[in-house]
């Protein structure tokens, strides 16, 4: 059953709130006021009245949430930044502790309803890639951004990347793993920020993946908009794009496919050797040890890269031409290759191909950046970033790329990859 209701309260909740420059505040939450479409589920049947065991309800659809801080003593508006990040801290953990699928139970005859609480269906592994064009928050220079990604709004299962400064295009190719519990309903949230230091950082965009438009056991990449707010039906405004990779893995599914983000916590030679105990520790605590280190994937492999192509280069000179070529490059290893120069094109054809030896698969990219060749230097015309998620899970693929940066353009590529996968302790 799903009915709307309205709660208005007036309780006095103090929160002792420490901020970064360690000072503590205490804030009063007054005025309380609650208004959504709530969820009740009868559960489960039964044979004595009243007909059902328990009560269970969640807020599927949140309409109005407002109440009042106040610091103790004092204005809270008085202090900047406080008052909002505050506000949003609060809005977060009422609506998580509450909204769907997150429910709660109320026993009405006794008996175990441990079978109704909420419980993980299975894992999201999300690689947060890089953003374009966002919006400069910065009056001097440019924004420092960094993301913050989750499914549910809790301190300890949002995640948060490193903060790239000065920089409108970020690249930031980090990994992050969460815990999904209704993969029909919970969607994941990015939220990308200016970091102002000391002060309260501000909102540069945000964006949205249902889980439910992600196929299990397939990688998808994808660019969301960046928008204001997550309940604006549009957004007008142009604050940029994000760029992730996105791995849906149910309960039961994990063996059927290869999953390259995975650690294997099998014994090294090494460790191997030391469980005999030689060393006269006991050889349970060292295996002990060794399956509570945390191990982080090391894909080793030769990445072949076949520039086929381009399409639609645009014009560098006044005859309405240009001499395009292609440099390859890996972001973390840094070697590089370079095609020949086409003359006089702007639908060159390559077909060459380089081999890169990549000692990390899973944490370099792949940059490709197209330059028009002059007599007295280059032109820099666009560029195409790729990780090397998909190359890893298929083997060998062909795709049209996008310039970046460019008013026009595409690549032509084939990617070809034999690795692998070797496992080291992160320390």
């Known amino acids: 059953m799903e009915l709307e209701m309205q709660w208005d309260g007036n309780p006095s909740i103090v929160l002792d709130i420490k901020t970064k420059l360690g000072v503590s505040l205490p804030?009063?939450?007054?005025?309380?006021?609650?208004?959504g479409v709530f969820r009740l589920m009868f559960k489960p049947l039964v044979n004595e009245f009243p007909c059902f065991g328990a009560v269970c309800y969640s807020l599927r659809h949140k309409k109005k949430l407002d109440f009042t801080l106040k610091v103790v003593g004092g204005d809270v508006s008085s202090i900047p930044g406080i008052s909002d990040a505050i506000e949003s801290t609060i809005r977060d953990a009422i609506e998580d502790s509450i909204t769907w699928p997150v429910r709660k139970i109320i026993p009405i005859i006794p008996g175990d309803y441990?079978?109704?609480e909420l419980?993980?269906?299975?894992?999201?592994?999300?690689?947060?890639v890089q953003a374009k064009e966002l919006t400069n928050k910065d009056i001097i220079g440019k924004s420092d951004p960094y993301a913050v990604v989750y499914i549910r709004p809790l301190a300890d299962r949002m995640k948060k990347s490193k903060t790239i400064n000065n920089q409108l295009n970020p690249i930031w190719n980090e990994h992050f793993e969460f815990i999904v519990e209704d993969a029909s309903t919970q969607h994941l949230i990015v939220k990308i920020f200016d970091d102002e230091g000391v002060q309260a950082s501000e909102l540069i965009g945000c964006a949205q993946v249902l889980l439910k438009d992600l196929e299990p056991g397939k990688v998808k990449d994808v660019w969301l908009k960046l928008v204001k707010d997550l309940d604006?039906?549009?957004?007008?405004?142009?604050?940029?794009?994000?760029?992730?990779?996105?791995?849906?893995?149910?309960?039961?599914?994990?063996?059927?496919?290869?999953?390259?983000?995975?650690?294997?916590?099998?014994?090294?030679?090494?460790?191997?050797?030391?469980?005999?105990?030689?060393?006269?520790?006991?050889?349970?605590?060292?295996?002990?040890?060794?399956?509570?280190?945390?191990?982080?994937?090391?894909?080793?492999?030769?990445?072949?890269?076949?520039?086929?192509?381009?399409?639609?280069v645009p014009a560098t000179d006044i005859l309405g031409k240009a001499d395009p070529y292609v440099i390859l490059s890996l972001k973390k290893a840094g070697t590089k290759n370079k095609t020949r120069v086409v003359n006089d094109s702007l639908n060159p054809v390559w077909n060459q191909t380089f081999d890169f030896v990549v000692e990390d698969g899973l944490h370099d990219m792949l940059v490709l950046e197209l330059y028009d060749h002059d007599t007295f230097g280059k032109d820099y015309i666009g560029r195409c970033i790729i990780t090397l998620t998909r190359v890893?899970?298929?083997?060998?693929?062909?795709?049209?790329?996008?310039?970046?940066?460019?008013?026009?353009?595409?690549?032509?590529?084939?990617?070809?990859?034999?690795?692998?996968?070797?496992y080291r302790d992160s320390t």
């Open 27 to 35: 804030i009063q939450v007054k005025n309380i006021g609650f208004t």
């Open 232 to 312: 604006l039906q549009r957004d007008t405004k142009n604050r940029g794009q994000v760029h992730l990779e996105l791995l849906y893995i149910p309960f039961g599914m994990e063996n059927s496919f290869t999953n390259p983000f995975a650690p294997k916590f099998s014994m090294t030679s090494l460790e191997k050797a030391l469980k005999s105990g030689s060393d006269g520790t006991e050889a349970g605590d060292l295996e002990k040890a060794a399956n509570q280190k945390k191990r982080e994937v090391i894909v080793r492999g030769v990445l072949s890269v076949t520039v086929i192509s381009a399409e639609e």
């Open 392 to 422: 890893i899970l298929e083997g060998e693929y062909s795709d049209t790329v996008p310039l970046d940066g460019a008013k026009s353009g595409k690549l032509n590529l084939h990617l070809k990859w034999s690795a692998q996968p070797i």
């Open 119 to 128: 419980k993980p269906v299975g894992t999201l592994e999300v690689k947060l």
């Open 114 to 116: 441990s079978d109704l």
